[in-house]
């Protein structure tokens, strides 16, 4: 077990679990596994390490790649070794896997359906089949599903055979820092290979208590607002040549870490405000490591931080049309209060006078400003006012309409539940006001005019 502890370090117990359910020679395979947990948390790692471990025969089937039920049909009949079997449906399925059974007789097989929750567009008989597989073939079967989602948002209009629930929570702090410690070899190994660095400070950049250093101030940052592991190593590795710039310089000792905090953390803050939009100049290029885009320690980092990245990032963004006024009708709505949409968004609004106590509130520093104070949540149906009274031409509220909404929620540039509820869905637009007012301009839209801290 050592042996998978290394592999897929922070994760025993989920490991264990696994081990028992699927490691005992001679006994029969549970019928379905159900593992589920937030993005990056090691699921599909646990599961195909366990697998290989234990030297059981499986098919790994991505559901976002397989996308028809024809076509995941014969990537499950890939374990035969036929590539060419043709399979159109259920019974045709069962049938080809029922003639295995002369072949492998009681050997254990294992189906993973990575990304399951999009089985869920498909037939409700197909994952009602997965789960009680077992029953239709005469084969040592098990299914397991691996998705972000809960079981429960998993709907059936008749009873299945509920599957053994196991569940993946996010790595926690102190883990996360292990984690990434793992990688201090990598990094050190970026930064040689990019600067020429003298022997004496290649000795220093080498010793892990710097990188342990630099961890701790960057996940003091990132921690809060960020649990992805994938999006922490990739902000991680940008930020981590920044911290080091002032060691190779010989402006600051490695050793001074109070100079050094001072050095970085204005940079990461700023940088926060671009989790997860991966904005690259053209001082960058791509460095394939790990499967990110890594930025050149020889630019000038903080030119990514201006406003004309920014600018050129969002007017790049390939959003549709009613899609980016949804986006703007989005920071419009955490960014003003809900008692000003009358007199913001309706041409009648009446007159309203400009009270004593109005006026000192206004001249009031600028850390007040609702701009400066953070999103606020709002409902559905204020965005949807907000977005009908900023559109200049009418359109009905169509499902179309209601998906963009999910896939503004799927981009991460709005927060808020991916299934659209009229009643209950409650958002918060994360993005910044560079941002939206780069996107409002690639579709005529004064950004500035309709919040209320500009009037």
């Avoid at 969002?314 to 709505?333: D, N, T, V």
């Amino acid at each position: 077990m050592e042996e998978l502890y290394n592999i897929v370090p922070c994760r025993e117990s989920q490991l264990n679990d696994l081990v028992e359910l699927l490691g005992d020679n001679g006994e029969t395979l549970p019928c379905s596994i159900f593992i589920s947990g937030s993005l990056a948390t090691g699921k599909t790692l646990c599961v195909n390490t366990v697998l290989d471990y234990l030297n059981l025969k499986y098919v790994l089937i991505d559901c976002i790649e397989c996308y028809s039920a024809k076509i995941m049909f014969e990537e499950i009949l890939r374990i035969q070794g036929d590539q060419g079997t043709k399979c159109d449906t259920l019974s045709d399925l069962i049938n080809n896997l029922n003639r295995l059974s002369d072949k492998i007789k009681y050997d254990p097989i294992v189906l993973v359906f990575d990304r399951a929750e999009r089985l869920r567009c498909m037939d409700h008989s197909i994952i009602s089949a997965f789960l009680r597989l077992r029953e239709l073939c005469c084969l040592n079967i098990c299914t397991i599903f691996i998705s972000q989602l809960v079981y429960d948002n998993f709907y059936f209009k008749m009873g299945v055979r509920e599957p053994i629930q196991l569940y993946f929570p996010n790595y926690t702090k102190e883990e996360l820092l292990k984690i990434i410690l793992l990688k201090h070899d990598a990094f050190v190994y970026y930064l040689k290979h990019n600067y020429e660095i003298d022997s004496d400070i290649n000795q220093e950049l080498e010793k892990p208590e710097l990188f342990a250093n630099f961890l701790n101030a960057f996940l003091s940052v990132f921690y809060r607002p960020c649990r992805d592991l994938i999006e922490l190593q990739h902000m991680a590795k940008v930020n981590f040549v920044k911290y080091c710039e002032p060691i190779i310089k010989k402006e600051i000792n490695a050793s001074d870490l109070s100079k050094l905090w001072r050095h970085i953390a204005p940079i990461l803050k700023t940088s926060l405000e671009l989790l997860y939009l991966r904005i690259s100049t053209q001082n960058t290029t791509e460095i394939s490591n790990d499967k990110e885009n890594d930025i050149q320690p020889n630019c000038d980092f903080e030119n990514t931080l201006q406003l004309l990245s920014t600018k050129t990032f969002a007017q790049s963004f390939e959003l549709p049309y009613y899609a980016k006024f949804l986006l703007i009708a989005a920071y419009l709505a955490s960014y003003n209060p809900p008692k000003e949409d009358k007199r913001l968004f309706m041409k009648n609004h009446g007159k309203q006078r400009k009270r004593l106590q109005q006026v000192r509130a206004k001249a009031k520093i600028t850390e007040k400003l609702n701009t400066q104070l953070g999103p606020k949540v709002f409902n559905l149906d204020r965005l949807l006012a907000i977005f009908y009274a900023i559109l200049e031409e009418k359109i009905g509220l169509t499902s179309n309409l209601l998906a963009q909404i999910a896939t503004l929620v799927e981009l991460k540039l709005i927060a808020g539940n991916k299934e659209v509820d009229l009643d209950s869905s409650k958002y918060k637009c994360i993005v910044g006001y560079d941002f939206i007012s780069a996107v409002a301009q690639t579709v005529g839209f004064n950004v500035r005019k309709y919040l209320y801290d500009f009037i």
